[in-house]
Protein backbone atom coordinates (compact mmCIF):
# COMPACT_ATOMS: atom_id res chain seq x y z
CA UNK A 1 0.00 0.00 0.00
CA UNK A 2 1.44 3.66 -0.74
CA UNK A 3 0.52 6.62 0.85
CA UNK A 4 1.81 9.60 -1.50
CA UNK A 5 3.68 12.34 0.19
CA UNK A 6 1.29 14.81 0.05
CA UNK A 7 0.17 16.81 2.72
CA UNK A 8 -3.67 18.34 1.73
CA UNK A 9 -4.57 21.79 3.20
CA UNK A 10 -8.04 21.62 4.85
CA UNK A 11 -10.23 24.64 3.30
CA UNK A 12 -13.46 25.51 5.07
CA UNK A 13 -15.19 27.45 2.77
CA UNK A 14 -17.53 29.52 5.05
CA UNK A 15 -20.93 30.12 3.40
CA UNK A 16 -21.51 33.25 5.43
CA UNK A 17 -24.89 35.18 5.12
CA UNK A 18 -26.16 32.71 2.70
CA UNK A 19 -29.34 33.87 2.97
CA UNK A 20 -28.22 36.68 0.84
CA UNK A 21 -25.62 34.97 -1.64
CA UNK A 22 -26.66 32.63 -4.42
CA UNK A 23 -25.59 29.34 -5.00
CA UNK A 24 -23.39 30.79 -7.61
CA UNK A 25 -21.93 32.79 -5.65
CA UNK A 26 -20.71 30.40 -3.61
CA UNK A 27 -19.17 28.60 -5.86
CA UNK A 28 -17.63 30.97 -7.72
CA UNK A 29 -15.60 32.16 -4.44
CA UNK A 30 -15.53 28.22 -4.07
CA UNK A 31 -13.54 28.29 -7.28
CA UNK A 32 -11.56 31.47 -6.41
CA UNK A 33 -10.04 30.05 -3.27
CA UNK A 34 -9.41 26.57 -5.18
CA UNK A 35 -7.22 28.04 -8.07
CA UNK A 36 -5.57 30.78 -5.17
CA UNK A 37 -4.86 28.22 -2.83
CA UNK A 38 -5.66 24.40 -3.25
CA UNK A 39 -2.12 22.61 -2.90
CA UNK A 40 -2.78 20.56 -6.55
CA UNK A 41 -3.11 23.12 -9.16
CA UNK A 42 -4.25 20.85 -12.07
CA UNK A 43 -6.80 19.18 -9.06
CA UNK A 44 -8.12 22.96 -8.37
CA UNK A 45 -8.21 23.58 -12.39
CA UNK A 46 -10.21 20.27 -12.67
CA UNK A 47 -12.52 20.89 -9.98
CA UNK A 48 -13.50 24.89 -11.91
CA UNK A 49 -14.45 22.65 -14.89
CA UNK A 50 -16.67 20.69 -13.08
CA UNK A 51 -18.12 22.41 -11.05
CA UNK A 52 -18.78 25.11 -14.39
CA UNK A 53 -20.17 21.82 -16.18
CA UNK A 54 -22.33 21.39 -13.17
CA UNK A 55 -23.63 24.96 -12.98
CA UNK A 56 -24.48 25.39 -16.92
CA UNK A 57 -27.12 21.73 -15.99
CA UNK A 58 -28.50 23.74 -13.27
CA UNK A 59 -27.41 21.11 -10.89
CA UNK A 60 -27.34 23.42 -7.64
CA UNK A 61 -30.46 24.92 -8.14
CA UNK A 62 -32.29 21.93 -6.20
CA UNK A 63 -30.61 22.76 -3.02
CA UNK A 64 -32.58 25.24 -1.57
CA UNK A 65 -31.26 25.04 2.07
CA UNK A 66 -27.45 25.73 2.96
CA UNK A 67 -26.95 22.54 4.85
CA UNK A 68 -28.26 20.75 1.73
CA UNK A 69 -25.84 22.20 -0.49
CA UNK A 70 -23.04 22.16 1.35
CA UNK A 71 -22.93 18.76 1.37
CA UNK A 72 -24.56 18.57 -2.44
CA UNK A 73 -21.20 20.93 -3.09
CA UNK A 74 -18.16 19.03 -0.42
CA UNK A 75 -19.71 15.88 -2.34
CA UNK A 76 -18.39 17.18 -6.12
CA UNK A 77 -15.51 18.58 -4.76
CA UNK A 78 -14.37 15.24 -3.06
CA UNK A 79 -15.46 13.12 -5.85
CA UNK A 80 -12.30 15.08 -7.99
CA UNK A 81 -9.68 15.15 -5.56
CA UNK A 82 -10.59 12.56 -3.39
CA UNK A 83 -9.48 14.48 -0.77
CA UNK A 84 -11.72 13.96 2.84
CA UNK A 85 -10.43 17.04 4.21
CA UNK A 86 -12.26 19.09 1.74
CA UNK A 87 -15.13 20.15 3.08
CA UNK A 88 -17.59 22.96 3.14
CA UNK A 89 -19.74 23.81 6.18
CA UNK A 90 -23.08 26.09 6.17
CA UNK A 91 -23.05 28.81 8.89
CA UNK A 92 -24.41 27.93 12.54
CA UNK A 93 -27.48 29.43 12.90
CA UNK A 94 -27.54 32.67 15.62
CA UNK A 95 -30.92 31.19 17.37
CA UNK A 96 -30.58 27.40 18.39
CA UNK A 97 -33.50 25.58 18.11
CA UNK A 98 -33.87 22.17 20.45
CA UNK A 99 -32.01 20.33 16.96
CA UNK A 100 -29.23 22.19 16.77
CA UNK A 101 -28.57 21.40 20.72
CA UNK A 102 -28.76 18.01 19.34
CA UNK A 103 -26.27 18.78 17.23
CA UNK A 104 -24.08 20.53 19.46
CA UNK A 105 -24.21 17.68 21.70
CA UNK A 106 -22.73 15.70 19.15
CA UNK A 107 -19.95 17.68 18.65
CA UNK A 108 -19.82 17.59 22.57
CA UNK A 109 -18.99 14.05 21.71
CA UNK A 110 -17.01 13.54 19.14
CA UNK A 111 -14.88 16.65 20.94
CA UNK A 112 -14.57 13.59 24.20
CA UNK A 113 -13.70 10.93 22.39
CA UNK A 114 -10.48 12.86 20.76
CA UNK A 115 -9.82 13.74 23.96
CA UNK A 116 -9.86 10.20 25.39
CA UNK A 117 -8.02 9.30 22.07
CA UNK A 118 -3.78 9.54 21.86
CA UNK A 119 -2.16 6.17 23.14
CA UNK A 120 -4.22 3.17 24.33
CA UNK A 121 -3.10 -0.08 25.01
CA UNK A 122 0.62 -0.74 25.33
CA UNK A 123 2.03 -4.17 26.03
CA UNK A 124 3.91 -7.44 24.92
CA UNK A 125 1.95 -10.09 22.76
CA UNK A 126 3.12 -13.68 22.18
CA UNK A 127 6.54 -13.53 20.37
CA UNK A 128 8.60 -10.95 22.02
CA UNK A 129 6.35 -8.33 19.90
CA UNK A 130 5.53 -5.05 21.02
CA UNK A 131 2.73 -3.22 20.26
CA UNK A 132 0.96 -0.02 20.52
CA UNK A 133 -2.29 0.98 19.90
CA UNK A 134 -2.35 4.89 18.82
CA UNK A 135 -5.79 6.11 18.56
CA UNK A 136 -4.97 9.93 17.71
CA UNK A 137 -2.15 12.50 17.36
CA UNK A 138 -2.27 14.48 20.60
CA UNK A 139 0.30 17.69 21.44
CA UNK A 140 -0.06 16.43 25.12
CA UNK A 141 0.82 12.94 24.63
CA UNK A 142 4.21 14.18 23.44
CA UNK A 143 5.78 13.50 26.61
CA UNK A 144 4.78 9.90 26.78
CA UNK A 145 6.83 8.64 23.46
CA UNK A 146 10.06 8.17 25.33
CA UNK A 147 9.00 6.47 28.21
CA UNK A 148 6.22 4.13 26.14
CA UNK A 149 9.54 3.14 23.78
CA UNK A 150 11.36 2.74 26.22
CA UNK A 151 9.09 0.36 28.16
CA UNK A 152 9.11 -1.86 24.86
CA UNK A 153 12.41 -1.42 23.26
CA UNK A 154 13.25 -5.08 24.10
CA UNK A 155 11.20 -6.33 21.94
CA UNK A 156 11.90 -8.60 18.51
CA UNK A 157 9.59 -6.67 16.45
CA UNK A 158 7.11 -4.31 16.92
CA UNK A 159 3.84 -3.19 15.82
CA UNK A 160 1.97 0.34 15.73
CA UNK A 161 -1.84 -0.03 15.57
CA UNK A 162 -3.32 3.08 13.95
CA UNK A 163 -6.85 1.55 12.96
CA UNK A 164 -9.10 3.74 13.46
CA UNK A 165 -6.91 6.74 13.68
CA UNK A 166 -8.54 9.89 13.05
CA UNK A 167 -5.04 12.08 12.82
CA UNK A 168 -4.49 14.95 15.15
CA UNK A 169 -1.37 16.98 15.45
CA UNK A 170 1.65 17.99 17.45
CA UNK A 171 5.11 16.46 17.35
CA UNK A 172 3.98 12.91 18.58
CA UNK A 173 4.24 11.57 14.75
CA UNK A 174 7.68 13.19 14.41
CA UNK A 175 9.16 11.86 18.37
CA UNK A 176 7.74 8.41 17.45
CA UNK A 177 8.80 8.12 13.78
CA UNK A 178 12.67 9.56 15.02
CA UNK A 179 12.70 6.34 16.95
CA UNK A 180 12.54 3.96 13.94
CA UNK A 181 14.74 6.49 11.41
CA UNK A 182 17.93 8.08 11.47
CA UNK A 183 18.48 11.51 12.82
CA UNK A 184 17.64 14.19 10.11
CA UNK A 185 15.67 11.78 8.05
CA UNK A 186 13.30 14.18 5.98
CA UNK A 187 9.44 13.42 6.80
CA UNK A 188 6.09 14.86 5.11
CA UNK A 189 6.46 18.72 4.93
CA UNK A 190 3.43 21.35 4.59
CA UNK A 191 3.19 23.09 1.88
CA UNK A 192 0.84 26.42 1.67
CA UNK A 193 0.52 27.04 -1.78
CA UNK A 194 -1.21 30.41 -1.79
CA UNK A 195 1.59 32.13 0.31
CA UNK A 196 4.13 29.77 -1.13
CA UNK A 197 5.57 28.63 2.78
CA UNK A 198 7.29 25.53 3.18
CA UNK A 199 7.44 24.12 6.68
CA UNK A 200 9.48 21.08 6.77
CA UNK A 201 10.02 18.49 9.07
CA UNK A 202 13.01 16.23 9.95
CA UNK A 203 13.67 13.04 12.58
CA UNK A 204 15.83 14.28 15.81
CA UNK A 205 17.89 12.37 18.05
CA UNK A 206 15.71 10.37 20.84
CA UNK A 207 15.98 10.03 24.32
CA UNK A 208 17.22 5.96 24.82
CA UNK A 209 17.73 3.50 22.13
CA UNK A 210 16.61 4.05 18.58
CA UNK A 211 14.96 0.95 16.77
CA UNK A 212 16.77 1.13 13.45
CA UNK A 213 16.69 -2.48 12.22
CA UNK A 214 13.92 -4.10 14.28
CA UNK A 215 11.36 -5.18 12.27
CA UNK A 216 7.71 -2.48 12.46
CA UNK A 217 4.40 -3.49 11.34
CA UNK A 218 1.87 -1.06 11.22
CA UNK A 219 -1.61 -1.71 11.21
CA UNK A 220 -4.26 0.99 9.09
CA UNK A 221 -8.10 0.42 8.55
CA UNK A 222 -10.28 2.69 6.42
CA UNK A 223 -10.39 4.95 9.52
CA UNK A 224 -6.76 5.88 9.57
CA UNK A 225 -7.10 9.36 8.41
CA UNK A 226 -4.41 12.92 7.88
CA UNK A 227 -2.02 12.66 10.80
CA UNK A 228 -2.04 8.80 11.03
CA UNK A 229 -1.67 8.71 7.34
CA UNK A 230 1.30 10.96 7.49
CA UNK A 231 2.76 9.08 9.58
CA UNK A 232 2.37 5.44 8.03
CA UNK A 233 3.29 7.10 4.61
CA UNK A 234 6.83 8.76 5.71
CA UNK A 235 7.84 5.08 7.72
CA UNK A 236 6.69 3.26 4.07
CA UNK A 237 8.60 5.80 2.03
CA UNK A 238 11.85 5.22 3.92
CA UNK A 239 11.41 1.54 3.28
CA UNK A 240 11.25 0.84 7.01
CA UNK A 241 7.96 -0.48 7.88
CA UNK A 242 5.56 -2.65 6.59
CA UNK A 243 1.74 -1.32 6.44
CA UNK A 244 -1.24 -3.92 6.93
CA UNK A 245 -4.25 -3.74 6.70
CA UNK A 246 -7.56 -2.55 4.25
CA UNK A 247 -6.54 -0.78 1.04
CA UNK A 248 -7.67 3.52 1.28
CA UNK A 249 -8.92 5.68 -0.94
CA UNK A 250 -6.77 8.92 -0.87
CA UNK A 251 -5.66 11.87 -2.83
CA UNK A 252 -2.85 10.08 -4.22
CA UNK A 253 -0.70 11.59 -7.05
CA UNK A 254 -1.70 9.61 -10.10
CA UNK A 255 1.44 8.68 -12.68
CA UNK A 256 1.52 12.22 -13.98
CA UNK A 257 1.74 16.03 -13.21
CA UNK A 258 1.59 19.20 -14.95
CA UNK A 259 4.09 22.23 -15.07
CA UNK A 260 3.81 25.08 -16.34
CA UNK A 261 6.38 26.17 -18.72
CA UNK A 262 6.47 28.63 -21.70
CA UNK A 263 2.83 29.76 -20.85
CA UNK A 264 1.56 25.70 -21.22
CA UNK A 265 0.77 23.27 -18.82
CA UNK A 266 3.16 20.25 -19.71
CA UNK A 267 2.07 16.66 -18.90
CA UNK A 268 5.29 14.66 -17.07
CA UNK A 269 4.85 11.11 -16.64
CA UNK A 270 6.86 10.65 -13.25
CA UNK A 271 8.43 7.32 -14.50
CA UNK A 272 10.62 9.24 -17.02
CA UNK A 273 12.10 11.80 -14.77
CA UNK A 274 15.83 10.59 -13.90
CA UNK A 275 16.29 13.73 -11.63
CA UNK A 276 15.61 17.31 -10.33
CA UNK A 277 17.69 19.78 -10.26
CA UNK A 278 17.34 23.41 -8.73
CA UNK A 279 18.79 26.62 -10.55
CA UNK A 280 18.46 29.32 -8.47
CA UNK A 281 14.32 30.24 -8.58
CA UNK A 282 13.82 27.94 -11.30
CA UNK A 283 13.55 23.79 -11.51
CA UNK A 284 15.37 21.45 -14.28
CA UNK A 285 13.58 18.26 -14.91
CA UNK A 286 15.70 16.23 -16.61
CA UNK A 287 14.10 13.29 -18.62
CA UNK A 288 14.78 10.20 -20.12
CA UNK A 289 14.42 12.18 -23.60
CA UNK A 290 14.05 15.63 -22.90
CA UNK A 291 14.92 18.51 -20.04
CA UNK A 292 11.85 20.67 -18.99
CA UNK A 293 12.56 24.20 -17.43
CA UNK A 294 9.96 26.03 -15.23
CA UNK A 295 10.05 28.25 -12.10
CA UNK A 296 9.58 26.84 -8.98
CA UNK A 297 11.63 26.07 -5.26
CA UNK A 298 12.78 22.58 -5.03
CA UNK A 299 11.24 21.89 -1.98
CA UNK A 300 7.60 23.23 -3.07
CA UNK A 301 8.25 20.79 -6.00
CA UNK A 302 9.10 18.06 -3.87
CA UNK A 303 6.11 17.70 -2.13
CA UNK A 304 4.39 16.75 -5.56
CA UNK A 305 6.22 13.80 -5.72
CA UNK A 306 5.84 10.59 -4.43
CA UNK A 307 8.02 7.36 -2.84
CA UNK A 308 10.01 6.45 -6.21
CA UNK A 309 11.90 10.34 -5.34
CA UNK A 310 14.52 11.15 -3.05
CA UNK A 311 16.42 14.44 -2.10
CA UNK A 312 19.73 13.96 -1.86
CA UNK A 313 21.47 17.31 -2.20
CA UNK A 314 19.94 20.70 -1.31
CA UNK A 315 19.59 21.37 -5.21
CA UNK A 316 19.02 18.07 -6.21
CA UNK A 317 16.03 14.85 -5.98
CA UNK A 318 16.94 11.71 -7.93
CA UNK A 319 14.72 9.09 -9.00
CA UNK A 320 15.48 5.89 -7.16
CA UNK A 321 14.54 3.34 -9.49
CA UNK A 322 16.97 4.74 -11.94
CA UNK A 323 20.41 4.47 -9.61
CA UNK A 324 22.41 2.46 -11.47
CA UNK A 325 25.92 2.88 -8.81
CA UNK A 326 27.00 4.97 -5.56
CA UNK A 327 29.36 5.72 -3.40
CA UNK A 328 29.01 7.24 0.13
CA UNK A 329 29.98 11.05 -2.29
CA UNK A 330 27.85 10.52 -5.26
CA UNK A 331 24.69 8.69 -7.27
CA UNK A 332 25.15 7.70 -10.49
CA UNK A 333 21.91 7.65 -12.96
CA UNK A 334 22.51 6.42 -16.56
CA UNK A 335 26.44 7.85 -16.19
CA UNK A 336 25.20 11.04 -14.87
CA UNK A 337 26.62 11.57 -11.21
CA UNK A 338 24.83 13.59 -8.35
CA UNK A 339 26.57 14.74 -5.69
CA UNK A 340 25.20 13.31 -2.07
CA UNK A 341 24.56 16.58 0.23
CA UNK A 342 26.54 15.99 3.71
CA UNK A 343 22.74 16.85 5.74
CA UNK A 344 21.22 14.26 3.60
CA UNK A 345 24.06 11.59 3.53
CA UNK A 346 22.68 9.13 6.60
CA UNK A 347 19.09 8.63 5.19
CA UNK A 348 20.40 8.49 1.45
CA UNK A 349 22.31 5.85 1.85
CA UNK A 350 20.20 3.33 3.66
CA UNK A 351 17.20 4.29 1.39
CA UNK A 352 19.50 3.28 -1.72
CA UNK A 353 20.59 0.17 0.25
CA UNK A 354 17.51 -1.48 0.50
CA UNK A 355 15.66 -0.06 -2.61
Known sequence: MNYQRAVIFCYFFSLTSIFAQTNKEIIQKTKELMIANYIFLDKAELVTQHLDRLLREDYFDTFAQPKDFAKALTQELQKITKDKHLNVAPPRPRNRTARDRTSFAWHLQNLVRFREGGFGEVNFLKGNIGYVKLKGFRVEDTSKVAP????????????????????????????????????????????????????????????????????????????????????????????????????????????????????????????????????????????????????????????????????????????????????????????????????????????????
Open 148 to 355: LMNFISTADAFIIDLRGNGGGNGPVGLNLSSYFLPTNTPLSSVYERGKDLLEEYHTTKVIGKKQLDIPLFILINKRTFSAAEAFAYDLQAKNRATIVGEKKTNPSIPNHIFIQSNKKNIKVILDDILYVESIKDYIRIHLVSEKIIFKSGISAFENRLDQRFLRVHRSFIINVNKVTAYTKKDIELQEVRIPIGEFYKEGVLQRIQVN
